[in-house]
């Protein structure tokens, strides 16, 4: 069994583009390579208050960038400012491995960290058995302890992901094996892992959901109502989970306040193993999942073959709006996602295929027969607000760059943080085997053509008000065109490509009233009211 750890596993918006249409790809503004002479990983990457940026990962290294390294792999933390330059770094843990899976920066401008330790020395105290959950709150100068805290029973326990709530508290969420100590519930094996803690570290609640089978969750966002959506992926149709199509699925739950009401609970995928490693709340309510996918049937459609990123985007219910596969014929897995400043989204992972809808891969020199692991790219892939390719990106060596986390930054650009074992390409300063490899892209931009042309895009709609059909009509068409058509209460209810310059929209399944057709292929979303009769 392996846990989902790393290394285990305004512009414009609603533009599509396809072919050679695709928008340009922004340019690398800065890269930085940061560790020593052994294994160094960055897991997660967030934006702090002064401008900079703060990186939490593992390290084995003792020397570089790295100092104070308490024996194998301990969580190692950089602070960078504004222009990836190295201002403080930190080693914790002890002598066995320890690896921060997610950080946070706090109110008072310190930081939480979260992820997994398997010592019970140095740094570390109170683990219950093997691999335990484990946070610290550091102050904001250079990483100075304020507390810690083990969580976790007599099994393997893994923190993936950790947020601020609403009370001034935390929660975290995981995956765990045990059924005792600080976990209670499990179903059988591997379980979704659920703690909430208050300001100081101290539990207020914890839950496990799952089956009996591998059920890993790997993200966690909180809502309006106080109550939370927690998503990974599980495998089989036992215990809590339902609906599952095969192996493993995307699994996501909607949960309230203190995680004692599920108020739904969804499966997406197919026959073979799919997985969701990263998700985020997206700007209307719903929300968006990505990782990866070897499945061609049930919800998946398009897969290029291998593993492919899948993308899953549901609205605030939890039903299916639109899904994508991305990718090429071999290898290629999601990591992160967000939503950008222009509505779309960007999602980064890694890549070591050469067709399909990759281009831009830095393949290996002179690699050996069947070299394993395979050296992967950084694939950053922009999509629009319906999951249309904008423009993608292949980042990297001929040695393995692998992503793991992605922010947009202030100025709209986006940063991401993975590791790298390159030195050529667009790697520079590596010093030895894997390294820390932060990168910044440039502000995005589009050729000015192709602003000119789409700028110019008008629709009309006809009958008004309508019954079976309406008649879209546009003055400008590009094949990745879409319409969708909204209610009054901005829940999507028909959704499809446009067919050309004139397209006929059935709208016999809608009920009388006032409805929106969104256009979106232009610089901005068009939209118009219609009525049916």
């Known amino acids: 069994m392996k846990f989902n750890y790393k290394k285990t596993i305004p512009v414009l918006a609603g533009i599509f583009f396809s072919g050679s249409s695709m928008a340009q790809a922004p340019a690398i503004e800065w890269q930085k390579s940061l560790g020593g002479s052994g ?61 921060a899976n997610s950080i946070i920066q706090t109110a008072d401008g310190g930081y939480v960290v979260a992820g997994t330790t398997n010592s019970n020395n140095g740094d570390v105290t109170g683990n219950h058995g093997l691999e335990d959950g484990w946070v610290l709150k550091l102050n904001s100068d250079a990483g100075v302890i304020h507390w810690k805290k083990t969580f976790g029973g007599s099994n393997t326990d893994v923190i993936s992901k950790i947020i601020p709530t609403t009370d001034g508290g935390y929660i975290f969420t995981g995956s765990s094996m045990s059924n005792n100590g600080d976990v209670a519930g499990n179903n059988g094996y591997v379980d979704y892992w659920i703690v909430k803690i208050n300001s100081d570290g101290n539990i207020q609640w914890k839950k496990s959901f799952g089956g009996t089978g591998d059920d890993q969750a790997n993200s966690i966002v909180q809502m309006n109502d106080g109550g939370y959506v927690v998503s990974g992926y599980a495998e089989g149709n ?54 990866q996918s070897f499945s061609t049937d049930g919800d998946v459609t398009g897969n290029h073959g291998g593993t492919d990123y899948w993308i899953v985007k549901i609205d605030e219910a939890g039903n299916l709006q639109w899904q994508k596969a991305l990718g090429g014929t071999k290898l ?184 929106f057709l969104n256009v979106l292929g232009g610089t901005q979303k068009t939209t118009k009211k219609f009525i049916i009769e």
């Open 332 to 515: 290629d897995r999601a990591y992160s996602i967000i939503q950008s400043s222009d509505g779309g989204y960007l999602v980064v992972g890694n890549t070591i295929s050469t067709d399909g809808q990759v281009a831009g891969y830095h393949a290996p020199i002179n690699p050996g027969p069947g070299e394993l692991p395979p050296s992967f790219d950084y694939w950053a892939v922009k999509l629009s607000a319906i999951g249309n390719i904008q423009w993608q990106k292949c980042i990297g060596g001929s040695e393995s760059d692998e992503a793991s986390s992605v922010i947009q930054t202030a100025d709209g650009s986006y940063v991401i943080a993975g590791s790298s074992k390159s030195n050529n390409g667009d790697v520079t300063g590596n010093h030895g085997d894997y390294d820390a490899w932060v990168v910044k892209l440039a502000p995005e931009h589009l050729a000015t053509s192709e602003i000119a042309k789409e700028a110019s895009v008008t629709a009309t709609i006809f009958p008004n008000p309508a019954k079976d059909y309406v008649t879209l009509k546009l003055d400008y068409f590009t094949p990745s065109m879409e319409a969708t058509i909204t209610d009054m209460l901005g829940k999507t209810v028909h959704q499809q490509k446009l067919e050309g310059l004139k397209t006929k929209i059935n709208t016999s399944h809608l009920e009388k009233g006032v409805y």
């Open 238 to 291: 036992t215990g809590d989970i339902t609906g599952n199509h095969g192996n493993t699925d995307f699994w996501i739950l909607r949960l309230n306040a203190d995680g004692g009401v599920v108020f739904w609970k969804k499966s997406f995928g197919g026959l073979y193993p799919d997985q969701a490693l990263s998700m985020v709340k997206t700007s209307d309510g719903g929300f968006i999942m990505a990782g």
């Open 39 to 99: 294994k160094d990983y960055a897991n997660s990457i967030i934006q702090t208050a002064d401008g900079g940026y703060m990186m939490a990962g593992n390290s084995n290294s003792n020397n570089g960038n790295v100092t104070g390294n308490h024996g194998k792999q301990d969580y190692w933390l950089a602070k960078l400012n504004s222009t990836g330059n190295l201002q403080w770094q930190k080693s914790l843990g002890g002598t066995e491995n320890d690896q």
